[in-house]
């Protein structure tokens, strides 16, 4: 994996870490980061040795929003001439899972960009919110749309209106996240989930995200079309015929990502 400065990617086995780190700014997402996690995802989702993306950030801040500083002093023709934020659409983008494991702060577009990852896990320190209003701006890595999604219009807009920020506990219990684990245990846990994916059929597991995914993009019927059609392309794979004799013969499947 390539090398970058303000974040930081290791590989185990078939599942890789990215570390956001900028400590100084509470990782604070700017330009730089967005360039280097959408480089980085995007290599690693063409490696088909990589069956699962963890990310996350230090104890304190998974992110603590969009880079304020580097924001203040643009002009409207700045923002829309080079398309602020866009790039952050590709992690939507990716064809491998993903994991968000939050701990501390994920604020604006920290909150934002654990919502574009496919599974949430959060620490029981999390912090989640939209809190742009209190700076005179609105979310802009898609907050109004994934967090009225994940937990509703009530919550939604009094977070986006107030910038009130919710905890883990109330995370979990309003749909935003999928499990909360003790924070000293959050990292083991994100990297045991992410095994446990990369585990499975490499293929298999992309369908089974693109027909979730498919959830928030379109109607039931079109919704459950698609995942037909997506069920019966698994009877060409590989691993299905792997996953179904080794359930019969009372063994472990071994994938072949084929
Ligand atoms: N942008 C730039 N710098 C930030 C930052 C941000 N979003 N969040 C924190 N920092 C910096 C602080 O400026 C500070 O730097 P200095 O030491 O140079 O002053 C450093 O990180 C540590 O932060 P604090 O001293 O503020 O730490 P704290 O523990 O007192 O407070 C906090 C923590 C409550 C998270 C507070 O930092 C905070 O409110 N941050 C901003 C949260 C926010 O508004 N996020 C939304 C940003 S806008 C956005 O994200 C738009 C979008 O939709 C994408």
């Known amino acids: 994996v390539g090398s970058y400065e303000t974040i930081h990617v290791e590989r185990k086995g078939r599942t890789a ?20 996690v959408v480089a980085a995802t995007a290599e ?14 230090s104890p304190r801040a ?32 990716l064809r491998t899972p993903t994991v968000a494991a939050v701990s501390g702060y994920a604020l604006g577009g920290g909150c934002e960009l654990a919502m574009l990852c496919d599974i949430l896990l959060a620490a029981d320190t999390a912090v989640f919110g939209q809190p742009e209003i209190k700076l005179g701006v609105i979310p802009g890595i898609g907050g109004s749309q994934r967090l009225t999604r994940a937990v509703g219009k009530a919550k939604a ?6 910038g009130r920020t919710i905890d ?63 069920f019966h392309a698994v009877f060409a794979t590989e691993d299905q ?7 019969v013969d009372k063994r472990p499947p071994g994938f072949t990502h084929s």
Not at 168 to 195: K, N
Not at 241 to 247: N, S
Request: charged share 25%; with cysteine; hydrophobic share 50%.
């Open 17 to 36: 870490l990215l570390t956001l780190n900028r400590p100084e700014a509470l990782n604070a997402l700017n330009l730089q980061v967005m360039n280097e």
């Open 168 to 230: 883990a506990v109330e995370a979990e219990w309003a749909g935003l996240v999928s499990r909360v684990v003790p924070a000293d245990e959050l990292l083991a846990e994100a990297l045991a989930v992410a095994e446990t994916v990369a585990g499975m059929s490499l293929p298999v597991a992309m369908m089974a995200k693109e027909a979730v995914s498919r959830a928030f993009e379109t109607t039931l019927a079109e919704g459950v079309r698609f995942e037909r059609r997506l």
């Open 44 to 57: 690693l989702d063409r490696d088909p040795d990589v069956g699962c993306i963890v990310i996350t950030g």
């Open 241 to 247: 015929k792997e996953g179904m004799a080794a359930f």
């Open 157 to 162: 807009m009094e977070m986006c209106l107030t």
């Open 62 to 93: 998974f992110a603590a929003g969009a880079d304020i500083k580097e924001m203040r002093p643009r002009s409207y023709m700045d923002m829309y001439l080079s398309d602020w934020f866009a790039a952050w659409d590709r992690l939507g983008d």
